[in-house]
Every structure is written in structure tokens, then in C-alpha cells.
């Protein structure tokens, strides 16, 4: 089953789709996508949607969603940082868990690009995920990116509506605040120290 869901967060909606198997044995993952910068529930070439399919055969369950800003999600993509979509993903994870209070289940955060410091924020305060899974984990800075030729030839500029100061990123605008965020390496030992498989 493919059932679509809303959840209120901060004056927006966050929208996702949770796949569930016809039959989930005892203690199976229930797996939580996070996705890397302006990633969202579907992803290039629908990766998020062919692997949450195929796990649902499996008989995991998946969830996919958009952070605010991102895909069909209310608001803005320069109004997202990491401390937003820390936020959102606790959300998520308060939904997840009332959804399946009555069942025995191991809780999988899956992690891809920059996804991990959204997961690394949200773990360093909230307990209760069994497992951590990373495809392509950025844990260095991501200066090279907005140092490269490309980037240098694209400057701060004003969003038009809010006049809001942002940095022109693959057709959306980046906050200044996320852009300062990704421009800090995260440790791989403050990942390890978390202790979690």
C-alpha cells in the first residue's frame, strides 16, 4: 500500500508517502528517507520511489518525504536549512512512531548526500532509531562546490519577491544560512561516537 500523508510543522505542510507491506513481520525496519540539500520524495531518475518500492516487497516499511521547501512541500527552498529540516524530520519521526506504537519495529534513518547532518542533528538529541544507513554521505565541506568555475560566476543575489539575500543552486535558491552550514565539514567521528549501527 502506498498511502499519502500531511503533517502540520511550523505554519507549513510537509507531504510524504509511506509504503507499507500487505504483511510486515515482527521487529521488520521501518525506513525514513533524509535527503541531501534540495533533494525530495521522488529523486533524480525516482531512485527514493524504485527503493521504497522494491524494500515494501521485502516487507519493510518506507517513508518518503518532501522537507519544507523542497518538492511539494509549502514554503520556499531559501527558507530551509539544517535546522529546519532537523525539525521536520522530527516531525516525521513523531508521526512514524504514532503510526506504529502498538507494533515492534527497528527504525531506520537512510541518509543520502548531505542528508546526514540533517540525521546527525536530529540523533544528537532524539533517541529511539535503531540503525543509520548512508548512500553518498557529504561529510566534508562543501566549499569545492561553490568554488568551482560554475559557482564562482554565480554571485548573492536578491530573490525577487522577498528580496531576501540567496545564492542561485541548480534552478533554486539557496538560503544564506544553509550555504554556511554545508561550508562545514562534519566530523566522522561525532558519527561514530553516536554508537549506532
Known amino acids: 500500500m ?48 524504485v527503493f521504497a518500492r522494491s524494500a515494501c516487497r521485502q516487507g519493510m516499511t518506507v517513508v518518503r518525504f518532501d522537507f519544507r521547501g523542497c518538492g511539494i512541500s509549502s514554503g520556499e527552498f531559501f527558507e530551509t536549512s539544517l535546522g529546519t529540516k532537523a525539525e521536520d524530520l522530527r516531525s516525521v519521526l513523531s508521526f512514524v512512531r504514532g503510526c506504529m506504537q502498538d507494533e515492534s519495529y527497528r527504525l531506520v534513518l537512510l541518509g543520502y548526500s548531505d542528508g546526514i547532518r540533517v540525521i546527525e542533528k536530529v540523533i544528537a538529541t532524539d533517541g529511539g532509531v535503531d540503525m543509520i544507513c548512508t548512500w553518498n554521505p557529504v561529510l566534508t565541506s562543501m566549499k569545492r562546490t561553490f568554488s568551482s568555475p560554475d559557482a564562482k560566476r554565480t554571485r548573492l543575489s536578491l530573490e525577487p519577491a522577498t528580496r531576501k539575500l ?32
Open 166 to 197: 540567496v545564492f542561485p543552486l541548480f534552478g533554486v535558491y539557496m538560503g544564506v544560512e544553509y550555504l554556511s552550514e554545508v561550508n562545514e565539514d562534519l566530523p566522522l567521528g561525532k558519527m561514530l561516537d553516536l554508537n549506532i549501527p
Open 2 to 49: 502506498e498511502i499519502p500523508f500531511q503533517i502540520a510543522q511550523s505554519g507549513h505542510q510537509i507531504l510524504g508517502m509511506m509504503h507499507i507491506p500487505v504483511s510486515r513481520k515482527p521487529d521488520a525496519p521501518v525506513v525514513i528517507m533524509v535527503y541531501g540539500l534540495n533533494g525530495d520524495r521522488v529523486d533524480i531518475h525516482r531512485l527514493s520511489v
